[in-house]
């Protein structure tokens, strides 16, 4: 395929507006390789370390993002059909090669998941990452057991969100957290049986709910609420930190005696698109058709409105997935 694309270009770290559209050459894809037709794609806090100069391993000028969800354009190996609706995640995009934010796309074949559904692109825009990081943070990084319970911190983040779905289809107690009153009512639309308010401190709402602790907890905001959520949580229980809403990452100091609780785990979870099964993509997107489920998203945007999508994300008052559709 010849000919231009757009795409949203970053030449190095900067504020929003750093973003800019320029037209591109469309990748040629090499065996192995699948240029994707980019209908839509989600935000992600990835992209906002990367513009904000905080991501390792980035090289400029550079299209950022780590998702994208289209059809297959070109595959020379073979591995999909021209035409075949998928999605791809992760794996270096947005950062080592360029990513989603673009009319096309141009990934490894092993980061890419065939699909098959009639729900608006902008809706399929919402799920890759969102999906990959909830259902390997509950499997993997909680080994998350039905009617258990769990403390979602960070709770209407994307990524929360979609947790309390997943978490609510295990017919699991969801207690999550919000530092503003005014989006309670987003997380008991979406299953959430209590919703928190988090001034910084929440292990005493917690247990003056579960008095032992939680079974399982998810911490998204980072290392300043990480220790109080290991305090929320029960002797055997499991915390996974798997997001750093707050933008800090590390603990200073660290002494694991003082700071993680008697017999309480603390697990990671960072996964990629092998960690999604065509099958749990496919049963997830089924379920979204027939009503059975919800994607979580606050708003949808145009290409041309990028400045103003990573301003939202920014700022923090999206309260689920914030998504850009390329036409």
């Known amino acids: 395929m010849t000919g231009t694309m757009r795409a949203i270009v970053l030449d190095a770290p900067g504020p929003a507006d750093a973003l800019a559209i320029r037209e591109l050459p469309i990748p040629t894809p090499q065996p192995g390789w699948v240029l994707i037709r980019v209908k839509a794609f989600g935000l992600n806090r990835s992209e906002l370390h990367t513009r904000l100069g905080l991501a390792d391993g980035v090289t400029f000028p550079r299209v950022p993002g780590i998702e994208a969800t289209g059809v297959v354009a070109e595959c020379p190996g073979g591995e999909f059909a021209a035409g075949q609706q998928v999605v791809a995640m992760m794996g270096g995009m947005g950062r080592t090669f360029d990513g989603g934010y673009a009319e096309y796309t141009c990934v490894p074949a092993g980061q890419v998941i065939a699909f098959r559904s009639e729900l608006d692109w902008s809706t399929l825009g919402a799920v890759p990452e969102m999906l990959q990081t909830s259902y390997g943070v509950l499997t993997v990084g909680l080994d998350a057991q039905p009617g258990q319970s769990i403390l979602i911190r960070g709770g209407t983040s994307s990524i929360g969100m979609a947790t309390a779905v997943l978490a609510k289809q295990r017919k699991m107690t969801v207690l999550s957290t919000t530092r503003s009153p005014g989006k309670a009512a987003a997380l008991t639309a979406v299953g959430v049986d209590h919703v928190l308010i988090d001034d910084g401190e929440v292990a005493a709402q917690v247990r003056a709910i579960l008095p032992e602790g939680v079974d399982t907890a998810l911490e998204l905001v980072g290392t300043p609420t990480l220790r109080d959520t290991l305090r929320a949580t029960r002797v055997h229980g499991v915390v996974c930190f798997a997001g750093m809403l707050s933008n800090e990452w590390t603990v200073k100091d660290f002494y694991p005696l003082d700071y993680i609780p008697s017999g309480v785990r603390l697990s990671t979870y960072g996964g990629d698109a092998r960690d999604l099964p065509a099958r749990v993509l496919q049963d997830f997107l089924d379920a979204v058709a027939a009503g059975d489920t919800t ?33």
């Open 295 to 327: 994607v979580p998203i606050d708003h949808v945007y145009g290409f041309d409105r990028i400045v103003e999508a990573h301003t939202a994300m920014e700022n923090g008052s999206a309260k689920g997935k914030l998504v850009v559709t390329t036409t």
